[in-house]
């Protein structure tokens, strides 16, 4: 599912502040978000909009996901990272998954280089269980997609 076009100006806004490799690394995470909430059954629309000024994604009519938000490190203009809720479990089921793909801040997010290749696949299966993660806290919290 392609989702180029933005409904919200303000986060189109943020995406253009945004340096060009930086940029399209963001644009490629907020793809994979799109497809995979296309794909996950029970998650429905997701909404995007801007929280703490980064582009945010939540799921406001099946209420199943909890909210992803991506953005530039101010750390580095070369770094970009993909957070999530810190009260989840989320991170930490990361860890315990892709602790060799992936590196990690805390219980809060995933962190990236622009020139690191971005795994597809794990990471679509890590915006799986955020984006299903209050459908499915009381189940398997490892369990694949299906």
């Not at 029970?42 to 953005?71: A, M, N």
């Amino acid at each position: 599912m392609k989702n180029s076009t933005f409904n919200n100006p303000q986060v189109e806004a943020v995406f253009l502040n945004y340096p060009e490799k930086t940029r399209q690394k963001l644009l490629y995470i907020r793809e994979l978000i799109f497809k995979t909430a296309h794909e996950a059954e029970g998650v429905g629309r997701v909404e995007e909009t801007l929280k703490w000024g980064q582009p945010s994604y939540l799921t406001p009519e099946t209420k199943s996901g909890s909210t992803i938000r991506i953005d530039q490190l101010k750390s580095g203009k070369e770094m970009y990272a993909i957070f999530f809720h810190c009260q989840t479990t989320l991170v930490d089921s990361f860890r315990e998954l892709y602790s060799n793909i992936f590196k990690f801040e805390g219980n809060r997010c995933i962190f990236f280089s622009t020139e690191d290749d971005v795994p597809e696949e794990e990471l679509g299966h890590c915006l799986f269980l955020a984006l299903t993660y209050h459908l499915n806290k009381n189940k398997d919290h490892l369990s694949r997609r299906k």
